[in-house]
């Protein structure tokens, strides 16, 4: 492997820093024993910029490239974004329909209110919204098929893999151009 850049940034998979490196957890580094890693850094990820810097964070959340994108929105170096869940709006539901299956039991002795093997719960004698013809001559009334989901947020994080970002604290320090 060749030598590590002042700044370079790499996944590890194990659970400590190798020397010369420092994970990135948002840690505040004093600039005094860093100065070229400050002079790489500035203040893009915190910081007082007088007597210390941080170091970017990694923690619970994913690399992302800098700079705009066709149909992206522009990011810029050191920003953070995004939530680990999410509550769905009605209005960012699509629009679609849930069918329901109902069948007339011949039997009935299959005829139940209970949900079993081979019964029917509701047959046209029984429901006043069933018509006795093969023809649908009423429409369901909008409590048939209630609400779900109690406004609960989900999950909104990519699957994942544990890594450990880390920072090379001193190494080659990038020619500029």
């Not at 600039?31 to 990694?58: E, K, M, R, V």
Request: proline share 10%; aromatic share 10%; with cysteine.
């Amino acid at each position: 492997m060749s030598d590590p850049f002042t700044g370079e940034i790499q996944m590890f998979g194990f659970n400590f820093a190798p020397y010369n490196w420092a994970m990135c957890q948002g840690q505040l580094i004093p600039i005094q024993q860093n100065t070229a890693l400050f002079s790489l850094l500035g203040t893009t990820f915190g910081g007082n910029g007088s007597s210390n810097y941080q170091l970017p964070n990694y923690t619970n959340n994913i690399a992302c490239g800098q700079g705009a994108g066709p149909a992206l929105t522009p990011r810029s170096m050191g920003e953070t974004f995004g939530s680990d869940s999410v509550t769905l709006l009605i209005s960012e539901m699509p629009n679609h329909t849930h069918g329901a299956r109902i069948y007339n039991q011949p039997d009935t002795a299959h005829r139940s209110g209970v949900p079993a093997s081979g019964n029917a719960l509701i047959t046209p004698e029984s429901s006043p919204i069933l018509a006795a013809t093969p023809t649908v001559t009423s429409t369901f009334p909008l409590t048939t098929v209630g609400a779900a989901g109690g406004s609960q947020p989900h999950e909104n994080r990519q699957p994942y893999l544990t890594l450990n970002f880390c920072i090379c604290l001193s190494g080659v320090f990038p020619q500029r151009p």
